[in-house]
């Protein structure tokens, strides 16, 4: 470890040796820099995701039970924030995230009519469709200290840590303009996350079947730790149980968030240790397992939140703004290349070959037709280019015409 440290820094003297200014942060105050450079870059992408991020801060804000004073206070922070350089580069590209916590914590303040009722019965209905059992019930089944605490680690203590050390990472670790994308792609899936959750699907999790059955549920229910109340009792105070019981979203089981972070995690771990990909996909099972035992989700809400990641990091992906990770930290770069999907498509040679041979296969089966329809003609005498008679519909009517030469014949042919 300390002679990985001693080469990073090595990286870091070489890089100021040389006169590097790529890994080096905007240390300008000017918030015109910010503004002009916003004006260079926007594009109809960037006009949608601010427009997107904009109104959903401005909807949180306007729920929100704060001072009108206290609100604008907050909102001007937050422009200065974002238009300041040396803070921009941080807070600019985390407005996602921000406008996804903003949206998680005002959830309760929205008005029930704006919400959809919540559904109780789909998710054990759909995940005993699916996999002929209710796998939650089946892991929770069996309780003890020990599976708690290993349940615990993933979901209780983990969860909340993983995204900075992640950030971390990459700020060190990754090219230059990294952190922007894993900033996008993290916010932007919470905030899908929680939309879903809180307006457009609220459905009940595990623990609410094991406390009301399949009673209808209503948004006046307080939450529940599930199977973390015991955690509280090993602990020998109430953490999670005043936390889970006051929580501003309460019915958000579908997609699972705890599965969607460990899944985004995991794909940036990937990303920077390669080697390590069984050890991060370990993380995820074992994350899934957590969520499952302490009856917080169905295993189709984790399939969900899954899917839900591996689709905002694979947009980062395919649209060319995934930096290429082959040197050791940010200071060892001088350029930037960046990801190529289409190079990079595992199936692309097999999709060449299939196409090649689909084309061969058309170009044959054009030159036999072409050799049908020569044989189907019938033999018909050669032309005579000095005599060309042109006959009309009727048999009456017939025109000769003699002494035409062979250039003239050319032509009409």
């Known amino acids: 470890m300390f002679s990985f440290i001693s080469r990073i820094y090595q990286e ?171 900033a996008w792609a993290f916010g932007f899936m919470n905030l899908i996350g929680v939309v879903i959750q809180d307006l457009l699907f609220p459905s009940a999790p595990p623990w609410y079947k094991v406390l009301h059955g399949l009673e209808k549920a209503n948004y006046s229910i307080k939450g529940s730790p599930g199977g973390l109340g015991r955690i509280d009792a090993i602990l020998g105070f109430e953490l999670y149980t005043t936390n889970f019981t006051n929580s501003p979203l309460i019915f958000g089981a579908l997609p699972s968030l705890h599965s969607a972070c460990a899944t985004m995690d995991c794909l940036w771990l990937c990303y920077l240790f390669p080697s390590f990909t069984p050890l991060w996909c370990f993380y995820v099972l074992w994350m899934w397992f957590s969520t499952m035992y302490l009856t917080h989700h169905y295993f189709v809400d984790l399939v969900a939140g899954s899917c839900l990641a591996v689709t905002l990091f694979g947009i980062v992906q395919i649209s060319g703004n995934l930096p290429i990770n082959d040197k050791l930290c940010r200071w060892s770069y001088e350029t930037i290349d960046y990801y190529d999907a289409l190079e990079h498509d595992p199936l692309r040679e097999r999709t060449d070959v299939l196409m090649d041979t689909f084309s061969e296969m058309t170009s044959s089966i054009d030159h036999h037709s072409d050799q049908s329809d020569h044989s189907d003609q019938p033999d018909t005498p050669e032309a005579d280019p000095d005599h060309f008679v042109v006959d009309s519909e009727s048999d009456t009517d017939s025109y000769s015409y003699s002494n035409i030469n062979s250039a003239s014949y050319n032509m009409l042919h």
């Open 12 to 182: 870091y003297l070489h890089s100021r040796k040389i006169g590097n200014d790529l890994p080096n942060l905007d240390t300008r105050l000017d918030p015109l820099i910010s503004i002009r450079k916003f004006r260079d870059s926007l594009t109809v992408s960037h006009c949608v995701q601010n427009t997107i991020v904009t109104i959903t801060i401005l909807f949180a804000f306007y729920f929100m039970e704060l001072p009108i004073w206290a609100k604008i206070l907050m909102l001007f922070t937050l422009l200065c924030l974002v238009l300041v350089p040396l803070t921009a580069q941080f807070f600019g590209y985390s407005l996602p995230v921000l406008s996804w916590v903003f949206l998680f914590f005002t959830s309760k303040y929205i008005p029930l009519s704006m919400k959809e009722p919540i559904t109780v019965t789909v998710l054990p209905a759909v995940e005993t469709i699916l996999y002929a059992d209710n796998l939650s019930q089946i892991l929770a089944s069996y309780t003890c200290t020990l599976l708690d605490i290993v349940a615990w680690i993933p979901y209780g203590l983990v969860h909340f840590a993983m995204p900075f050390i992640v950030a971390g990472l990459i700020w060190i670790l990754a090219p230059p303009k990294t952190l922007r994308n894993f």
